[in-house]
């Protein structure tokens, strides 16, 4: 069993409820004698309120209580820090709290007897507020502070980040050519299927018990827990079955909101769970969106084909409210140049904050947006050298040993070089090419059409430095091994990671995964296990069961009945960034990837079909094989939406695209008849059994490899991102070039 459970694809561990219906979402959960929570919305995206009278709602026949800032014991939360107000409206005690920052902005909490009497109650609210101005635009070059979002920080620059490496300005003096062009990647929804959704009640121990579906328990426990003012231990949060997040559901939706009602109710000796659905409009407001980024490129290179030289200018829109802003810049920033091996470079980074929805955590984490621009470039001087881009990136990768954006050498396990060939050799396998085929002049019936392959690459690093990870495992029998449980905090969101955590505990204790069961994803069984984000499950989670299985296995051979182990995983050693320079080993651990695509291009409509994506992934060891390509290609799919199809309109302040009729994601017809997953095992010496963390790894090279084939196409180049059709005929009529090309000699 040791040697052939890791690597084997055994079936997912939900399976068959998922199959049958049989799961159970936050949204199934019912309890007898319940209420309904309906949230109120801001009424405007930037606002100073003034009252909230609640007395007619509170009236209204359904109606048991209203709940307004005032009411609430600790009026903040954050993921990072406590800058959002969990109520908008006078009367707390938090600084600024009676503005409202953007329309997702909670304003009040209706607790009805059903669903219809809390909407109805919400027309009888009145909300007395003062508009002001509105800023969605996160550039502030030569423009006016005031009025400002958030006046009590003295500015509106929510994160900067910077890398200070060689001298680029004497580099690109001996540029033999060089690439200077703006790129813009938009806000993208996490369109999970399952919107946020929960149900809460006290039990016999006064504990307020929320059952819900998120990212990390014990963040959501300890969120609430200070919004509420209570000891953690006076929390407990429960996952139920997840309906995918991506990122979405990695800060507080309506966990707060439930605990709170619970606990007011209590107060007022009313002991009654308290269960919310939102609907999808609610859903688009309320959560956070990927970062929109605007970036200004300047690369250059010798005729030899090495790049010499790279200066990166990147604005992001942080959105209303912090987030996740300060790590995703951060990781923007780091991944600037790629995988590549650059002496001179020169980022600037910042975000500020906007009345737009906040940014936050999405699959990707910020790599998606400067792979983006860096990829473009690298495309670009290829072209402009005449080189075949798979080659000229080769001439370019990292190795081990050689210094990072960040002056030191990149975690061990440097596998770009591989993805790069399989990928190509791939390419090459399908009689693909990467030359411009574009049809000239007029196009015949049979013409229409033209096709074009095009190739990126791209790095992101995994987990969250430093970080660390709690598991337990207990082996349960007298003289055999009947079960073992392992318990643990992990979100599964669809990933597997509880199978994989199978896979861990049977290959240490040597019995097969149908013995094993798994209790995780609640606070009252299990110590902080850490987020489900940052592709970090498999090797923290890995190497937290394997430790704690260790542990029990040797308890059992010493005849202890249960044997019982528990563990805690430490990060291997991070070092924190120079402010000024970038300097510093930031991550433990980078996967790579190198894709391919091929599309078809209606050179009189605009409209682009996407006939091949071919991916080479770096996984380090795919510990289950056929989940490993599960999360390739729904990574994938998810990415030919960012590129093609998903436009998030936001304008002054207000969400135009509310829904799945206006904000278009992928449906079965725009997966291309090929997408080849390709499976590349370059071992991390620290990972759990050499696994890498993969599941954002495809994400950033497939827009960009988009990009290149449609280029190949039809002779353009798309800055900008999606490609929808009438952006894709209009450049197409207008024939635009890249942005400026510097050629010395």
């Not at 690597?7 to 939900?14: L, T, V």
């Not at 919004?227 to 949060?237: G, N, Q």
Request: net charge negative; hydrophobic share 40%; charged share 20%.
């Amino acid at each position: 069993m040791a040697q052939t459970i890791i690597g084997r694809s055994i079936p997912r561990f939900d399976v068959y409820e998922k199959v049958t219906g049989a799961a159970r979402y936050p949204s199934d959960f019912n309890f007898p004698d319940q209420l309904y929570l309906k949230t109120v919305f801001s009424p405007s995206p930037h606002a100073v309120i003034h009252s909230v009278d609640v007395s007619q709602a509170e009236a209204h026949a359904g109606v048991v209580k209203i709940l307004v800032a005032k009411d609430v014991p600790c009026n903040e939360y954050g993921l990072l820090i406590n800058d959002q107000p969990v109520l908008c409206g006078p009367g707390s005690a938090k600084e600024g709290s009676d503005h409202v920052r953007f329309l997702g902005d909670r304003v009040a909490f209706i607790i009805a007897a059903d669903a219809r009497s809390a909407q109805q109650a919400e027309s009888l609210i009145k909300i007395n507020y003062e508009e002001l101005p509105v800023i969605d635009d996160p550039d502030r070059s030569g423009k006016s502070q005031s009025p400002m979002i958030h006046p009590e920080l003295g500015s509106d620059l929510c994160s900067h980040h910077q890398i200070r490496k060689g001298d680029v300005t004497a580099a690109f003096s001996r540029a033999d050519v060089i690439i200077e062009d703006s790129y813009f990647t938009p806000a993208q929804e996490h369109a999970f299927l399952q919107p946020e959704a929960g149900i809460a009640f006290l039990d016999d121990n006064d504990v307020i018990h929320v059952i819900t579906a998120g990212q990390w328990v014990h963040g959501d426990q300890r969120q609430i827990a200070h919004a509420l003012a209570l000891p953690e231990e006076k929390i407990r949060i429960e996952y139920t079955a997840i309906g995918g997040a991506f990122g979405g559901k990695e800060d507080i939706s309506i966990q707060i909101a439930l605990a709170l009602a619970v606990y007011k109710l209590a107060q007022a000796g009313i002991r009654r769970p308290v269960k919310t659905v939102w609907s999808r409009e609610e859903s688009f407001l309320g959560h956070p969106k990927r970062h929109a980024f605007q970036i200004q490129a300047k690369w250059g290179a010798l005729r030899s084909g090495k790049i010499i030289a790279a200066q990166i200018k990147m604005i992001a829109d942080a959105g209303a409210y912090a987030s996740s802003t300060e790590v995703v810049l951060n990781a923007a920033t780091i991944a600037a140049i790629g995988p590549y091996q650059i002496s001179n470079v020169h980022v600037d980074a910042d975000a500020f904050y906007t009345n737009n929805i906040p940014s936050g955590a999405f699959r990707g984490f910020g790599v998606p947006q400067a792979c983006f621009a860096a990829e473009m470039q690298v495309n670009k001087l290829a072209e402009a050298l005449k080189m075949d881009p798979a080659e000229f990136r080769l001439k370019n990768v990292m190795h081990e040993g050689d210094l990072s954006i960040n002056q030191t050498p990149l975690p061990p396990g440097i596998g770009i070089q591989e993805v790069v060939e399989k990928c190509n050799h791939a390419v090459h396998e399908k009689g693909g090419s990467f030359s411009q085929n574009y049809q000239k002049g007029y196009l015949t019936e049979e013409e229409r059409y033209s096709y074009g392959w095009g190739f990126a690459a791209g790095m992101k690093s995994f987990g969250i430095a430093p970080d660390e990870c709690w598991a337990k495992v207990e082996i349960i029998g007298n003289q055999n091994i009947e079960r073992v449980k392992v318990f643990h905090a992990a979100a599964d969101m669809g990933q597997g990671v509880h199978s994989i955590l199978k896979q861990f505990a049977a290959h240490e204790i040597s019995i097969p995964t149908d013995q094993i069961e798994i209790i995780a994803s609640d606070s009252a069984t299990s110590s902080n296990s850490g987020s489900s984000s940052a592709s970090r499950m498999t090797y923290m989670a890995g190497h937290a069961v394997q430790a704690a299985a260790r542990m029990a296995l040797q308890e059992w051979n010493k005849e202890e009945r249960p044997a019982v182990g528990e563990a805690v995983y430490h990060s291997p050693v991070t070092t924190e960034l120079d402010e000024q320079s970038g300097k510093g080993y930031p991550n433990f651990g980078v996967g790579y990837a190198a894709e391919a695509v091929q599309v078809r291009v209606n050179m009189e409509t605009g409209v682009i079909d996407i006939l091949a994506v071919i991916c080479a992934d770096d996984v380090g060891k795919a510990i289950n094989p056929q989940q490993v390509r599960g999360q390739m290609e729904g990574c994938l799919t998810q990415a030919l939406g960012y590129a093609q199809t998903e436009e998030l309109i936001q304008r002054n302040g207000r969400l135009l695209t509310r829904n799945f009729s206006t904000y278009l994601i992928p449906t079965i017809k725009d997966i291309p008849v090929v997408m080849e997953s390709i499976l590349v095992e370059v071992p991390d010496p620290n990972g759990p059994m050499g696994a890498k963390g993969m599941g954002e790894i495809p994400y950033g090279p497939l827009a960009p490899a988009f990009c290149a084939a449609v280029h190949a196409a039809t002779g353009v180049w798309f800055n900008s991102l999606p490609l929808k059709q009438e952006k894709v005929i209009f450049n197409i009529l207008n024939k635009k070039k890249v942005g400026t090309i510097k050629l010395n000699g």
